[in-house]
Protein backbone atom coordinates (compact mmCIF):
# COMPACT_ATOMS: atom_id res chain seq x y z
CA UNK A 1 0.00 0.00 0.00
CA UNK A 2 1.50 3.29 -1.30
CA UNK A 3 1.31 6.50 0.83
CA UNK A 4 2.12 9.48 -0.69
CA UNK A 5 2.99 13.05 0.83
CA UNK A 6 -0.18 15.00 -0.14
CA UNK A 7 -1.62 18.61 0.02
CA UNK A 8 -4.18 20.09 2.20
CA UNK A 9 -7.98 18.66 0.10
CA UNK A 10 -9.51 21.52 -1.54
CA UNK A 11 -12.71 20.63 -0.32
CA UNK A 12 -11.40 20.10 3.32
CA UNK A 13 -13.41 21.99 6.56
CA UNK A 14 -9.79 23.43 6.96
CA UNK A 15 -8.89 25.09 3.77
CA UNK A 16 -10.48 28.04 4.97
CA UNK A 17 -8.10 28.93 7.32
CA UNK A 18 -4.94 27.43 5.27
CA UNK A 19 -3.28 31.23 5.74
CA UNK A 20 -3.27 30.87 9.77
CA UNK A 21 -2.12 27.45 10.10
CA UNK A 22 1.47 27.71 11.07
CA UNK A 23 2.10 24.05 10.32
CA UNK A 24 0.23 21.52 7.76
CA UNK A 25 1.36 18.41 6.36
CA UNK A 26 -1.27 15.94 4.60
CA UNK A 27 -0.79 12.20 3.33
CA UNK A 28 -2.69 10.24 1.08
CA UNK A 29 -3.49 6.70 0.38
CA UNK A 30 -6.18 4.71 -1.80
CA UNK A 31 -8.64 2.47 -0.50
CA UNK A 32 -11.08 0.38 -2.23
CA UNK A 33 -14.62 0.39 -1.10
CA UNK A 34 -17.12 -2.19 -3.15
CA UNK A 35 -20.11 -1.22 -1.10
CA UNK A 36 -19.80 2.69 -2.12
CA UNK A 37 -20.87 3.60 1.65
CA UNK A 38 -17.63 4.24 3.68
CA UNK A 39 -18.89 6.87 6.17
CA UNK A 40 -16.75 9.87 7.21
CA UNK A 41 -17.87 8.33 11.22
CA UNK A 42 -16.75 4.72 9.88
CA UNK A 43 -13.19 6.53 9.02
CA UNK A 44 -13.02 8.65 12.44
CA UNK A 45 -13.48 5.59 14.09
CA UNK A 46 -11.25 3.59 12.33
CA UNK A 47 -8.49 6.33 13.55
CA UNK A 48 -8.59 4.98 16.97
CA UNK A 49 -8.66 1.35 15.99
CA UNK A 50 -5.07 -0.89 16.06
CA UNK A 51 -2.68 1.52 16.56
CA UNK A 52 0.84 0.32 16.75
CA UNK A 53 2.06 -0.69 20.28
CA UNK A 54 5.21 1.53 19.27
CA UNK A 55 2.85 4.54 18.87
CA UNK A 56 1.22 4.28 22.21
CA UNK A 57 4.47 3.93 24.01
CA UNK A 58 5.32 7.28 22.16
CA UNK A 59 2.05 8.75 23.57
CA UNK A 60 2.39 7.49 27.19
CA UNK A 61 6.61 8.92 27.22
CA UNK A 62 4.48 12.36 25.58
CA UNK A 63 2.07 12.10 28.77
CA UNK A 64 4.86 11.85 31.45
CA UNK A 65 6.67 14.65 30.12
CA UNK A 66 4.47 17.10 29.12
CA UNK A 67 2.29 16.33 32.36
CA UNK A 68 5.71 18.16 34.06
CA UNK A 69 4.99 21.75 32.36
CA UNK A 70 1.08 21.28 32.80
CA UNK A 71 -0.07 20.41 29.50
CA UNK A 72 -2.98 18.71 28.61
CA UNK A 73 -2.41 14.67 28.78
CA UNK A 74 -4.96 11.91 27.58
CA UNK A 75 -6.15 8.94 30.35
CA UNK A 76 -4.37 5.66 29.67
CA UNK A 77 -7.27 3.83 27.70
CA UNK A 78 -8.34 0.37 29.46
CA UNK A 79 -11.59 -0.08 27.87
CA UNK A 80 -10.91 0.74 24.19
CA UNK A 81 -13.43 -1.55 23.14
CA UNK A 82 -15.81 -0.68 24.98
CA UNK A 83 -15.52 2.99 24.37
CA UNK A 84 -14.97 2.61 20.37
CA UNK A 85 -18.35 0.68 20.63
CA UNK A 86 -20.27 3.86 22.09
CA UNK A 87 -17.80 6.03 19.79
CA UNK A 88 -20.34 7.75 17.22
CA UNK A 89 -17.62 9.96 16.06
CA UNK A 90 -20.29 13.27 16.35
CA UNK A 91 -19.08 17.19 17.31
CA UNK A 92 -17.93 17.46 21.14
CA UNK A 93 -17.14 13.58 21.46
CA UNK A 94 -13.86 13.18 22.44
CA UNK A 95 -11.41 10.09 23.07
CA UNK A 96 -8.09 10.54 24.72
CA UNK A 97 -6.40 14.30 23.76
CA UNK A 98 -8.49 14.02 20.36
CA UNK A 99 -12.54 15.81 20.50
CA UNK A 100 -14.31 15.50 16.92
CA UNK A 101 -14.90 18.92 16.41
CA UNK A 102 -17.16 19.24 12.94
CA UNK A 103 -18.34 16.08 10.79
CA UNK A 104 -19.16 16.09 7.24
CA UNK A 105 -20.48 13.02 4.79
CA UNK A 106 -16.63 13.42 3.46
CA UNK A 107 -14.72 14.32 6.78
CA UNK A 108 -14.11 14.32 10.49
CA UNK A 109 -12.57 17.18 12.19
CA UNK A 110 -10.48 16.16 15.55
CA UNK A 111 -8.48 17.86 17.55
CA UNK A 112 -7.18 19.74 20.61
CA UNK A 113 -6.59 23.43 22.24
CA UNK A 114 -4.24 23.43 24.70
CA UNK A 115 -2.17 26.81 26.19
CA UNK A 116 1.02 26.14 23.92
CA UNK A 117 -0.75 25.11 20.96
CA UNK A 118 -3.87 24.23 18.47
CA UNK A 119 -3.75 21.35 16.40
CA UNK A 120 -6.57 19.68 13.81
CA UNK A 121 -6.33 16.43 12.24
CA UNK A 122 -8.39 15.99 9.18
CA UNK A 123 -9.88 12.71 7.82
CA UNK A 124 -10.80 13.51 3.93
CA UNK A 125 -12.21 11.01 2.00
CA UNK A 126 -12.36 12.00 -1.60
CA UNK A 127 -15.05 10.24 -3.42
CA UNK A 128 -14.55 12.39 -6.69
CA UNK A 129 -12.28 9.47 -8.86
CA UNK A 130 -13.11 7.90 -11.76
CA UNK A 131 -13.67 4.05 -10.01
CA UNK A 132 -16.65 4.90 -7.40
CA UNK A 133 -15.06 1.30 -5.91
CA UNK A 134 -11.82 3.24 -5.33
CA UNK A 135 -11.38 6.11 -2.82
CA UNK A 136 -8.56 8.49 -1.45
CA UNK A 137 -8.33 8.82 1.79
CA UNK A 138 -6.13 11.88 3.44
CA UNK A 139 -4.99 12.50 6.83
CA UNK A 140 -4.10 16.28 7.20
CA UNK A 141 -2.66 17.95 10.27
CA UNK A 142 -2.62 21.26 11.00
CA UNK A 143 -0.71 23.17 14.15
CA UNK A 144 -1.53 26.88 15.22
CA UNK A 145 1.21 28.00 17.82
CA UNK A 146 -0.13 30.12 20.89
CA UNK A 147 3.64 30.84 22.36
CA UNK A 148 7.08 30.38 22.00
CA UNK A 149 6.68 27.15 24.15
CA UNK A 150 4.37 25.49 21.25
CA UNK A 151 7.21 25.97 18.75
CA UNK A 152 10.02 24.76 20.93
CA UNK A 153 7.35 21.77 21.68
CA UNK A 154 6.51 20.73 18.05
CA UNK A 155 10.07 20.79 17.06
CA UNK A 156 10.74 17.33 18.76
CA UNK A 157 7.26 16.24 17.85
CA UNK A 158 7.57 16.63 14.07
CA UNK A 159 9.99 13.96 12.89
CA UNK A 160 7.62 11.44 14.71
CA UNK A 161 4.59 13.27 13.37
CA UNK A 162 6.20 12.22 9.81
CA UNK A 163 5.89 8.90 10.60
CA UNK A 164 3.34 8.36 12.95
CA UNK A 165 0.94 10.00 10.42
CA UNK A 166 1.31 7.39 7.34
CA UNK A 167 1.02 4.52 9.85
CA UNK A 168 -2.08 5.35 11.01
CA UNK A 169 -3.23 6.09 7.67
CA UNK A 170 -2.11 2.58 6.40
CA UNK A 171 -3.82 0.96 9.72
CA UNK A 172 -7.32 2.93 9.03
CA UNK A 173 -6.78 1.72 4.94
CA UNK A 174 -6.42 -1.94 6.24
CA UNK A 175 -9.59 -1.89 8.29
CA UNK A 176 -11.38 -0.10 6.71
CA UNK A 177 -10.56 -2.76 3.56
CA UNK A 178 -10.88 -5.83 6.02
CA UNK A 179 -14.57 -5.07 7.01
CA UNK A 180 -15.48 -3.97 3.45
CA UNK A 181 -14.89 -7.73 2.19
Known amino acids: MMITKSKLPDHS ?3 KNEKTFDYIDSFQGKF ?3 SGNISSAEIGKSFFMNGPKWIEK ?3 LRN ?7 LKTSEKIT ?10 CEKGEQIGLFKVFDRTNDEVILGEDDK ?3 FRVSLFIDR ?3 DSAHKKLTISTTVTFNNRFGRLYFIPVRPFHKLIVPTILKGIIKNIEKQNY
Open 13 to 15: ILK
Open 58 to 60: LFA
Open 32 to 34: IDK
Open 64 to 70: KMVALFG
Open 128 to 130: QTD
Open 116 to 118: HLN
Open 79 to 88: NRTQILNKFK
